[in-house]
């Protein structure tokens, strides 16, 4: 197609007002995924909470062999589970993963004050209610199970292996929000000043940081189709998320030496939104026997799609080695 053409080349679709992520054609979602040869599934369910959760999965094409494993995935702050997201999920299940994914709490098209998360614990909940049923189907029971997250998902992957850290056979954990970058981190005063202002008014969105997406994007083109999501949060960051942002994530860097599972973490050394620097100490002071990691000489937070082509061609390599090569270590064993 002509849109992805253009993407190929690291540019965008001339068409302004884009449909989905991948162009104007075919317009029908489900015409897209069998063109890419996999499944795709979306419903809504509630949480123990009372919640409505938006979810999907991805999932080879049903004359395929059964699945390798289940990956769980969660996206970043501000983001969603369709436009620019679902293009990793797609490259998985286009190599034999089943791919499960949901809106956070206030993002995409599940319930909840836009961008507004003011417990992180409560988001980590539903992400084990969710993944548990994922487990329970009998379709996908007895699969390994690894999780994959983005940014603030990445975080809350590793919150989810403190509760039961044999759940799940590995972690992807893409530029992890384990310490917030002190180039979008608002300096001293203003957290305290802040903090105050949040006991009252939790929901307002005056926090004074750059736009995140921008700082996150290398391929300027490709900042236009981002900009285009119809999901995308764009107002500044609510009182009550960044507070507990900055509270989980100076949790999880007080917590590195606590971590046990299998992992792989990648991050771009031009990141300024998570700190590559945090991603390095998570390598090195993590319990786990299994574990890599991957810094990208130059590139920033968005690594799977605010690259070049080429620089994403080689962080999906990257990943889908790593899983594949436990699937079939999992495989030798049995």
């Not at 001339?14 to 795709?40: C, H, I, M, T």
């Not at 307002?204 to 236009?224: G, N, Q, Y």
């Amino acid at each position: 197609m002509g849109d992805d053409a253009a993407l190929q080349e690291g540019g965008c679709p001339n068409d302004k007002n884009l449909k989905n992520f991948w162009g104007n054609s075919p317009e029908d979602e489900d015409a897209y995924f069998e063109q890419q040869g996999v499944r795709g599934t979306r419903s809504f369910r509630t949480s123990p909470r009372g919640l409505t959760l938006f979810v999907r999965s991805w999932l080879p094409p049903a004359a395929a062999p059964p699945p390798r494993a289940a990956v769980l995935m969660v996206h970043g702050y501000g983001n969603d589970v369709t436009w620019t997201f679902q293009a990793t999920p797609i490259f998985l299940a286009q190599h034999g993963f089943a791919c499960f994914a949901f809106d956070l709490e206030g993002h995409g098209r599940s319930a909840g004050l836009r961008a507004f998360v003011p417990d992180v614990d409560l988001v980590v909940d539903d992400a084990i209610d969710y993944f548990d049923s994922v487990k329970n189907d009998p379709r996908f029971s007895g699969l390994p199970r690894f999780l994959y997250g983005e940014s603030m998902g990445g975080a809350i992957c590793l919150l989810i292996q403190f509760r039961d850290p044999a759940a799940y056979q590995g972690a992807v954990l893409v530029a992890p929000m384990c310490k917030i970058s002190d180039k979008v981190r608002p300096a001293w005063p203003i957290p305290q000043v802040l903090s105050l202002v949040a006991r009252v008014m939790p929901t307002l969105p005056i926090v004074p940081t750059a736009d995140i997406m921008r700082k996150s994007v290398r391929v300027e083109a490709k900042k236009a189709v981002a900009e285009m999501n119809p999901m995308r949060y764009r107002g500044k960051p609510r009182l009550g998320t960044v507070l507990d942002l900055l509270r989980v994530t100076d949790c999880l860097n007080r917590r590195l030496g606590d971590v046990r599972i299998p992992f792989i973490v990648l991050h771009g050394s031009e990141d300024a939104v998570t700190d590559p620097e945090v991603s390095q100490a998570l390598y090195r002071e993590a319990r786990s026997e299994d574990k890599a990691i991957r810094i990208y000489d130059g590139m920033m937070h968005s690594l799977l799609f605010g690259e070049t082509e080429e620089n994403i061609a080689a962080v999906r390599r990257d990943i889908l080695a790593w899983l594949e090569e436990r699937c079939d270590r999992r495989v030798e064993i049995q």
